[in-house]
């Protein structure tokens, strides 16, 4: 049997989570969120509860998916001929590097277009923990597996920002382009709202495009004026593959520019 990747301190005592339930609902409640969540990081597992408890090492903004399935299934009749994820799966346990460098600008990369889980979007390098990583280390090998960077251990410091559920050498299995995306048009795409058409009121002096890197299946590279309109589409309520930021990146550009800001 799979080890418990996250546990919810709900009554005094650790519980673990059904994939089928929301984090967000059961910590947080209804409503929008975020909500400010203790979490101890242990080997290969995450601990979370709304009130303080020993080991725990961190005080975050736990977030969703304005239209996060799971969030409403409570709600809304089941379609006939559809179940659920067996009881005995639980939530999994990922981690994404917001890498800022000397200039302050941060890291995105383009996960490829042949992908079947989220293919087009705009994020931060990242992937699975594995059950026997500390988080910083699934991390720093999920950053050298993406991006080719490898950061020396006592030469970069960390900071942990936020919790959400749901390579200059790239791997172009995973990745088609990357970029580095400064704080002006960090916080323009952090700004869009997701699940809606409209755009809220951005500032009128951004570029009209952000300069990237994009990948060819040769091993090849080219520069890219990448349309700054691309950056700021909002994600829509239903599926889609067109090119745009994840609303995990928009939140996890939110952070840091906070983390920036202090």
């Known amino acids: 049997m799979a080890a418990t990747r996250v546990l919810l301190l709900l009554s005094g005592r650790p519980e673990s989570v059904s994939f089928a339930q929301s984090v967000c609902g ?18 290969g597992q995450l601990v979370l509860s709304d009130k303080p408890f020993p080991g725990a090492s961190a005080r ?54 042949t992908l079947k889980v989220s293919p087009n979007l705009w994020v931060p390098p990242g992937g699975h ?5 500390e988080l910083l280390d699934g991390g720093l090998r999920e950053l050298w597996e993406e991006s080719g960077l490898q950061l020396p ?8 920002l936020g919790l959400w559920e749901a390579r200059i050498q790239p791997n172009a299995g995973e990745v088609s382009a990357f970029m580095w995306l400064g704080p002006d048009i960090a916080a323009a ?11 809220k009121h951005l500032p009128q002096d951004l570029p009209s495009s952000v300069p990237a890197v994009e990948l060819a299946e040769n091993g ?6 990448l349309p700054t309109s691309t950056l700021l589409r909002t994600t ?27």
């Open 26 to 43: 059961l910590l947080g409640g209804s409503g929008l969120g975020p909500w400010p969540t203790h979490c101890g990081l242990k080997r």
């Open 60 to 113: 975050l903004p736990l977030q969703r998916p304005p239209f996060c399935p799971f969030a409403a299934l409570d709600q809304q009749p089941r379609a006939p001929g559809v179940e659920l994820p067996p009881n005995g799966r639980g939530v999994d346990l990922g981690v994404a590097v917001i890498l800022q460098s000397s200039d302050q600008t941060v890291l995105l990369t383009r996960r490829t277009s």
């Open 129 to 133: 923990v594995e059950p026997d990583e």
């Open 153 to 160: 251990q006592g030469q970069f410091s960390w900071v942990p």
């Open 189 to 199: 795409v952090a700004a869009t709202e997701d699940g809606t058409e409209t755009l």
């Open 220 to 225: 090849g590279a080219r520069l890219l004026a």
């Open 236 to 262: 829509p309520a239903t599926a889609d593959c067109r090119e745009r930021v994840s609303s995990g990146t928009k939140f996890a550009l939110t952070l840091w520019l906070q983390h920036l800001g202090r």
